[in-house]
């Protein structure tokens, strides 16, 4: 009987950004219960899962969960909460105005959840206050990509990293937080032991293990490095006058600037801390190889100057003619399973949905006209930095914060904590019931979680994949997409979000992402437009695609860049003349140490979900410090001891891990403790709250901080 009441659904994994495919496998007669393969037949992970994904059964108990709609701590039916939403967002924007409320949503939403809430706020709210805790992820990646290619578009495939002959992976662990592209690239060394891998990384991590060379660079020093390697290029002749001439500008400007900043190597290593002898042997094995990838992740852009690192970066890329093309290219790697997708519906407060402009007249127009709304924003809102500032001082009054925490992930996030104390209406949509920033919550909803929702999510090689529900919603909980259609039609917007299904947005954000397009021969590069007629049942069984995916191109575009045209005005890439900056607070005899953060390899975000699985938390069972054994001799500091680590933003306690990997002046914390697990585990609440000036990422790689023995 088993057996038949089972049945297996090809759904995907909603931890990283690698978006890997996923087959499960459930019970009807058992309940709720799933057992999780990889599906062979993903093009991004052939069938492989890492130790976050395979654990996905743990995850989906209902005893963590939010179940019904609270206000005021008291449960409610859905129309109450709905109600006094709407009453709430309707009386605070008659009094203060639209821009007034605000939004923060999650690079873990749905593209058609994120589709929606974007439409509720800019189309018909009409404001941009609505920011996405992607910003503190990718944002200066695409600042980055924008400058050069004039849009937010990611040349490359997983299969340029296993053409390539050298990949360079800098402010990436990938083995740990993109572990199956980790492997995919590991196989191709075995494939083909030519293929040589730098790491550049200020810690030793487990992917140095694979590496020919690890730079271990000063941190925050990487703009410098790569105007060197520009500088070295032209020094050596390596550069491709010809694809330069044909399909770039504004070159002699860039390389200027990289001649006056970083013009010998040997004031490059001497300013990054390196030895000249392994700065020029990267230089020298980058000159040589066509084949070149470049991969960068959040210890580029988690900076004060991440967009300049980004464009340096893309900078050597271009010189060389080495993009649009197998085995070459810049590639940024995303944290979140569909950061992607919320950079396509205009997830970002400085963008509009299908990859369009808030600062651009026309852009805006076209997506008012195909909304048929008179009451879309007219300029960018707060980033989220500014956003929770805005909360703090007073003049944001309510805010709609969706399946994200950032009591724990922001930057000095004991300033956030007590902005949401202090605001007059927080609600949060969520599927867990009890996380630091839900608890703060005056109205809670309860939103569907993965293993029952429906919909898209992109990965970071642009890959549109479908995620389908395992199991019906938990207790009263329903999708975002219905909770915020459902409190837009209150406010008297039905016309506009009467959506029957996730198949209607998607249809609808396809239609966008064709609408007047290509006006003057100058294509938007998102056009998903081949999918604006899709039928039911054709969404149902959408195979995973990398966009645009076009009527002319319906099977989709491996590679961006092929023909050496670009999305700028002139078709032409872009240099950017970088000035490299160091982070902006420097340590000092009170805090004498760079704190650095991130991710471990078997806990995701705020561990609201992988720190259900016994089997993950073992991994890594509590906060912890990493510092080199002559900071640890110094300091009084044993091995297993507790330590306080402090900054001007606040403090914590952790466990000492006294090693080498990391370098001496240098602390390493994880990003994933919450009040939740452990009552003074918050890094976030010691990050420094500097952005980047054109991204408005954080810079959550390098906080002054100091540890004594607790
Ligand atoms: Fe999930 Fe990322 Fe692991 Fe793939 S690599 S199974 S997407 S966490």
Redesign the pocket.
Same mark, same amino acid.
């Given at each position: 009987t088993a057996a038949m009441n089972e049945k297996t659904i090809k759904t995907t &994994?909603p931890? &990283?950004g690698?978006? &890997?495919g996923i087959v499960a496998t459930v019970d009807d007669a058992i309940g709720h219960q799933v057992t999780i393969q990889g599906d062979p037949d993903h093009p991004s992970?052939f069938g492989k899962? &890492?130790s976050?994904?395979s654990a996905l059964g743990d995850t989906v108990s209902t005893e963590n969960r939010l179940l019904h709609p609270e206000v005021h701590c008291i449960p409610c039916d859905w129309n109450t909460a709905l109600d006094t939403v709407a009453d709430g967002l309707t009386s605070v924007i008659r009094q203060y105005g639209p821009d007034a409320i605000a939004f923060y949503v999650s690079g873990q939403l749905l593209t058609e959840d994120y589709y929606v809430v974007n439409k509720f706020m800019k189309g018909f709210i009409g404001s941009a206050n609505i920011d996405t805790n992607s910003r503190l992820c990718m944002s200066s990646a695409v600042t980055g990509y924008k400058r050069a290619f004039g849009a937010d578009a990611v040349p490359c495939s997983y299969e340029d990293l296993e053409a390539a002959e050298l990949i360079v992976l800098t402010g990436s662990n990938t083995a740990w937080c993109?572990?199956?592209v980790f492997q995919r690239i590991r196989k191709a060394k075995e494939n083909n032991p030519a293929l040589k891998i730098v790491v550049i990384d200020p810690r030793r991590t487990a992917t140095c293990d694979s590496a020919d060379l690890h730079l271990t660079i000063k941190p925050g020093m990487d703009g410098l490095l790569f105007n060197g390697l520009l500088t070295y290029l032209a020094q050596t002749d390596a550069l491709d006058n010809d694809y330069i001439a044909a399909h770039t500008q504004d070159f002699e400007w860039a390389l200027q600037s990289a001649r006056n900043t970083a013009g010998n190597i040997e004031i490059v290593a001497q300013d990054c801390g390196l030895s000249s002898a392994d700065v020029e042997k990267f230089y020298g094995w980058y000159a040589k190889t066509a084949k070149t990838v470049t991969v960068y992740s959040q210890g580029v852009n988690q900076s004060s100057s991440g967009s300049d690192k980004c464009n340096a970066i893309i900078n050597c890329h271009l010189a060389t003619g080495r993009i649009g093309k197998p085995g070459m290219g810049p590639f940024s790697f995303t944290g979140q399973?569909n950061a992607m997708g919320g950079r396509e519906v205009g997830g970002l407060a400085n963008t509009l949905a299908a990859h369009m402009e808030l600062d651009n007249p026309e852009h805006i127009d076209r997506v008012a006209r195909f909304w048929q709304t008179d009451r879309i924003a007219t300029r960018p809102g707060l980033k989220a930095v500014e956003l929770f500032d805005a909360i703090d001082a007073g003049t944001i009054k309510a805010v709609w914060i969706i399946a994200t925490n950032p009591v724990v992930t922001l930057p000095d996030a004991d300033k956030v904590k007590n902005a949401l104390k202090r605001c007059n209406l927080v609600i949060v949509s969520d599927c867990i019931k009890n996380t630091d920033t839900v608890d703060l919550a005056h109205i809670r909803l309860p939103a569907a979680g993965w293993s029952e929702k429906a919909g898209t999510v992109t990965n970071m090689e642009r890959r549109i994949s479908r995620q389908r529900p395992l199991f019906p919603f938990s207790g009263l909980a329903k999708p975002d997409w219905w909770i915020i259609s459902q409190v837009a039609a209150r406010m008297g917007f039905k016309h506009a979000f009467d959506y029957r299904s996730s198949a209607d947005i998607f249809r609808e954000h396809a239609a966008l992402s064709g609408f007047e397009n290509n006006l003057e021969g100058q294509p938007r590069d998102f056009d998903i437009s081949a999918f604006a007629d899709l039928t039911e049942d054709a969404y149902d069984r959408l195979q995973p695609v990398q966009w645009p995916v076009t009527k002319k191109n319906p099977n989709g575009t491996e590679r961006l860049f092929t023909d050496g045209k670009f999305y700028t005005a002139s078709r032409k890439a872009r240099f950017i003349a970088i000035r490299p900056r160091a982070p902006v607070n420097k340590p000092d005899p009170n805090y004498p140490f760079t704190l650095n953060t991130g991710r471990l390899r078997d806990q995701w975000h705020t561990m609201t979900r992988t720190g259900l699985s016994a089997k993950l938390n073992a991994h890594k069972p509590e906060p912890f410090v990493e510092i080199h054994p002559l900071d640890a001799a110094r300091y009084h500091l044993q091995t297993h001891d507790l330590a306080t680590i402090s900054s001007l933003w606040g403090n914590m306690i952790a466990r000492v891990v006294i090693t080498e990997n990391q370098q001496p002046g240098s602390l390493f914390v994880p990003m994933h403790w919450t009040a939740q697990f452990s009552s003074r585990g918050r890094v976030g609440a010691l990050v420094n709250p500097v952005i980047d000036p054109h991204s408005g990422q954080p810079e959550s790689k390098q906080t002054p901080a100091a540890i004594t023995p607790y």
């Open positions: &994994c931890y &990283c690698v978006g &890997c992970n899962l &890492c976050k994904g993109h572990p199956i399973p």
